[in-house]
């Protein structure tokens, strides 16, 4: 079983900046991507930003130019940094993970952490 953990979320100001962090653990053979995405109460689960195992990266267009995702293979965690936040980015973030373990194929969610921006 694969576990993935966010951390870094809190309280910010608008113009602020987090890092998010999104650590995986288990029998992991490969990570083959990983996304971030945001959910805020009555509305859908949207992807924030991704990135593959060739560390290609894909946005939202509602972010693109103040979120920036990495990872750190060795460490087994991708990292979001968002900069200029808004209070509309207010939402919790939640991981996802998918790959290969030495049992099969791996496709896990954290349990989120909360993101707040205030005006």
């Known amino acids: 079983q694969v576990q993935v953990v966010e951390s870094g979320g809190g309280l910010v100001q608008a113009g602020g900046s987090l890092r998010l962090s999104c650590a995986a653990s288990g029998s992991i053979i490969s990570i083959h991507s990983v996304g971030w995405y945001r959910q805020v109460p009555g509305k859908q689960r949207e992807l924030v930003a991704a990135?593959?195992?060739?560390?290609?990266?894909n946005y939202a267009d509602s972010v693109k130019g103040r979120f920036t995702i990495s990872r750190d293979n060795a460490k087994n965690t991708v990292y979001l940094q968002m900069n200029s936040l808004k209070p509309e980015d207010t939402a919790v973030y939640y991981c996802?993970?998918?790959?290969?373990?030495?049992?099969?194929?791996?496709?896990?969610w954290g349990q989120g952490t909360q993101v707040t921006v205030s005006s």
């Open positions: 990135i593959t195992s060739g560390r290609s990266t």
């Open positions: 996802n993970a998918d790959g290969f373990t030495d049992w099969g194929p791996y496709d896990s």
